[in-house]
């Protein structure tokens, strides 16, 4: 299996722009969790799926941010409009769920977002 | 409200030297712990869990951990460090909330493994 895939790996934009980041889970996997990362903030969890819905996005900042899950396949996240204070570096992870929640999440290799 | 802490935000080891990573915990019952790896410019990678049995746990890479219940706490060793492990590393609590997955991590403590 290739992991998890993330596209693309870097994202320049300019304030006020449109962006959307995807994402592609291991196959089998029935969660799929998108986090930010920054210096100043670390590891946030945004939003996260089970079977293709949202369960949880009290992370997701602002009405500016929206995730989807069309399939089992894949995901969105979507940033309009972007702004500067948007620039981290963006992970999607998958995984399945066990008795007791014992299974870790497998991360992809994240997109690195620069707002200008 | 249950939760990991990592009370050191940076190590410094000599290579060559023994390494610790600490991890505390504030949970209820018996919980499932993980550690996580991030070497720079890539994603969290999984280095080993606690579920239940043997208070140590080897993992990847050569690094264990004890899961040490009267101090609760899930620190991250390793008997000789390399240059090569210098990153940053979570402590994390897997667990069913509302019926789902959920997991929390730790702030992360950043290792620097000097030649």
């Known amino acids: 299996d290739a992991g998890v895939i993330q596209s693309p790996r870097h994202e320049v934009t300019e304030m006020g722009q449109e962006v959307t980041l995807r994402c592609k889970p291991i196959?089998?996997?029935?969660?799929l969790f998108w986090y930010r990362q920054t210096m100043m903030r670390g590891l946030e969890l945004l939003i996260y799926?089970?079977?293709?819905?949202?369960?949880?996005d009290s992370g997701m900042p602002e009405d500016r941010f929206s995730a989807k899950m069309p399939n089992a396949s894949f995901s969105t996240l979507k940033i309009q409009p972007s702004e500067p204070r948007d620039s981290a570096v963006y992970f999607c992870a998958s995984s399945t769920l066990t008795s007791g929640g014992s299974n870790e999440q497998f991360f992809g290799p994240g997109t690195r977002l620069t707002v200008l | 409200a249950q939760s990991v802490a990592q009370p050191e935000d940076q190590v410094n080891v000599a290579e060559g030297n023994p390494l610790t990573v600490k991890c505390t915990y504030s949970?209820?019952?018996?919980?499932?712990l993980f550690w996580y790896v991030q070497y720079p410019n890539r994603g969290l990678q999984f280095l080993l869990k606690?579920?239940?049995?043997?208070?140590l746990v080897k993992g990847s890479y050569g690094f264990e951990a004890e899961f040490n219940k009267s101090q609760t706490s899930f620190h991250l060793k390793k008997p000789s460090a390399l240059v090569s492990d210098s990153a940053l590393y979570f402590c994390?609590?897997?667990?069913?909330?509302?019926?789902?997955?959920?997991?929390?991590f730790g702030t992360g403590t950043k290792l620097q493994v000097i030649p």
């Open positions: 196959s089998g996997h029935d969660y």
């Open positions: 799926f089970n079977n293709n819905v949202p369960i949880d």
């Open positions: 994390a609590f897997p667990r069913i909330s509302g019926g789902y997955q959920k997991v929390t």
């Open positions: 606690y579920i239940t049995g043997d208070n």
């Open positions: 949970v209820s019952g018996n919980p499932y």
